[in-house]
């Protein structure tokens, strides 16, 4: 890392390059893209992979981001390897056409471990965003868990959510400009959840109008790819029978993959909406609206308990135990007669549903692109003072 740190706000601005490339690393970069765009001494340039290409684009147009670079390298049924390739040369290029001070790289997908190890070739300080998340089993989630300890290995900043991912980078040894910070999720959430949100998806008002309850799903993960998503599509396709009343409202991700075992066990049925992705704001809108969410998604297993809203986590493990310790999710896996059953207990029982639809958020209290500007900026010698560490909730 640059041992230069006077020049900086004086000479010149330190420059920021926020690398990402899939949906959710866009909604949670995007706010801090806003706030490190807002300090005087940085300059904050953003570079997209684009691994994803259609929910990344989804996403910036709703936070009205337009990358300075976009390496443009999404194919359909792509490979690990491939994406990881592709970012190595292309993020290459763009660090020697225009060197960064820091690249910013988020989470755990092959763009956070590919940008973050070119950023290291190139000699470039490299921060991680939503760091320390971990499950302890390096294949599982696979390839989420080892990018992320890839990404602990290369980078210079961390930026942990909280306190236990701080405590989870120590016991690997990896001390050195870690911040407690809160999850920048929490801030996106701040931005795009409105009382009087309109829905873009036409389909959503009058689903929320004919019925009673709504329940969001969602599944996407590579471990759940093939038997494991067909028992999770069976499971919904029985509670959809016997709760004709409820709405479950599956956006499906587009990887062909998935769409085709989601099409194939619950189309045509009444009560089942499979939709394209939706949009940021409508996402979050409908999660604050609806009852509960059956979901394997890292991200949502933070907004849900944000917003009050309980969440079955359709995963064997998770790498954020905080919403379960504190009641409002529960680790359900992927069996069909699991799922039914805990399902079935929200749909059918107030008392159960009440205790698990609190408010509670330990993820973060809104402030977290605030912290990690400003732990930035302590770093690099333009603040004094590092950040108050991210010490509680907010509900
Ligand atoms: C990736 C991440 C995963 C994250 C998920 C969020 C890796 C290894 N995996 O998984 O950690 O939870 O994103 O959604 O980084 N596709 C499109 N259009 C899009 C996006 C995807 O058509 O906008 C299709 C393409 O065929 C693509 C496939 O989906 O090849 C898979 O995309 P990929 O990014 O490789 O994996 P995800 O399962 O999305
Ligand atoms: N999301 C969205 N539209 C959708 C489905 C999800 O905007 O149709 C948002 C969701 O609210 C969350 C993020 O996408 O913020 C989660 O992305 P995903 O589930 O793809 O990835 P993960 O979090 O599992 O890595």
Redesign the pocket.
Known sequence: MSDQTKVFGKERPLSVLAVFGT??EA?KMAPLVRELRRREGIDCRVCVTAQHRELLDLVNAHFGLVPDDDLNIMQQRQSLCGVAARILTGLEEVLRRRPADLVLVHGDTATTAAAAMASFYCQTAVGHVEAGLRTGDRRAPFPEEGNRLMAAQLCDLHFAPTAKNAAALAAEGVTRNVFVTGNT?IDALDYTVRPDHTFEDEALPPLLEAYRRIVVV?A??RENWGAPLRSICEAVRELADRYPDTAFIY?V?PNPTVRQTAEEVLSGLPNVALLA????GD??NL?ARCHFCLTD????QE?APALGRPVLVLRRETERPEAIEAGTARLVGVDREDIVREAARLLDDAAAYEAMAQAVNPYGDGHACRRIADAIEYVYGLRDIPPEPFGGSRS
Do not use: D
Not at 277 to 280: A, E, F, G, I, Y
Not at 297 to 300: E, N
């Open positions: 949906r959710p909604i999720v969602t996407h993960r956006p991700h992705p939706l949009s940021t996402m979050h999660l998604s890292g991200g949502l907004e």
